[in-house]
């Protein structure tokens, strides 16, 4: 079963405006982790925000945000002002601390526009 | 630390041709995971090993395909008999079970099978 779900495999946004990436997941834990990471096209995975299960505030790291709703188990990127460099792959993701898996889903394209 | 060391960076080999991925985890870090990534499938986990041990390689795909990790610093993935199929970029992955932080990603090695 899929663990992680990106729905949107194409983004634009305008430079400068705010852009949300979708990510939902599925697990019957209690204790996880959600992840992101932006992979530009020359092909590294860099890491960019965290959030714990247990964690009552959003992350926030920067211009990324992280819109934690854990009853509706979604944890959506809000990239603020978006940049020319923030074109890239966006990747969620979900580490299980009981087998300490992590599960990815299929990514977002973003293209930020000038 | 480097961070994970992936050699090579891109490898071409003929099709029918060994293959071998090398993956040198962060010091310290008792989980590696060996991810394969492609256009039409995405991310897709191969095998994990805890301590050394293999822990689920259910996403190995064929007999060609098999992991070794001889010890905590080193891991190996090898290909054989090599097919065009399995052009892909392959990624070495480490985490500390005790800390709930993301998965540092290697470079990756690009393979193209001709």
């Known amino acids: 079963a899929q663990k992680i779900t990106q729905t949107q495999p194409g983004m634009f946004v305008q430079e400068k405006e705010a852009v949300t990436l979708d990510c939902t997941y599925d697990t019957s834990d209690q204790s996880y982790g959600l992840f992101w990471y932006k992979q530009p096209s020359s092909g590294e995975m860099i890491f960019l925000i965290y959030q714990g299960s247990y964690d009552e505030q959003n992350a926030t790291e920067g211009r990324y945000s992280l819109n934690f709703q854990k009853a509706r188990k979604s944890a959506n990127l809000v990239i603020s002002a978006s940049q020319l460099g923030d074109s890239a792959m966006y990747f969620c993701?979900?580490?299980?601390?009981?087998?300490?898996?992590?599960?990815f889903g299929t990514g977002t394209s973003l293209t930020v526009i000038p | 630390d480097a961070g994970v060391i992936q050699s090579p960076r891109h490898e071409v080999t003929e099709m029918g041709q060994e293959v071998t991925l090398r993956c040198k985890p962060i010091?310290?870090?008792?989980?590696l995971f060996w991810y394969r990534q492609t256009m039409m499938r995405g991310l897709e986990l191969l095998i994990y090993?805890?301590?050394?041990?293999?822990?689920?390689d259910s996403g190995m795909p064929e007999d060609r395909f098999s992991a070794k990790m001889p010890n905590a610093s080193f891991s190996t993935l090898k290909i054989q008999p090599s097919e065009p199929r399995d052009s892909a970029v392959y990624f070495c992955?480490?985490?500390?079970?005790?800390?709930?932080?993301?998965?540092?990603f290697g470079q990756g090695t690009r393979l193209t099978v001709v």
């Open positions: 010091s310290g870090h008792d989980y």
């Open positions: 090993f805890n301590n050394n041990v293999p822990i689920d």
């Open positions: 993701a979900m580490r299980d601390y009981t087998g300490n898996q992590f599960y």
């Open positions: 992955a480490s985490i500390d079970r005790a800390m709930n932080t993301e998965a540092f």
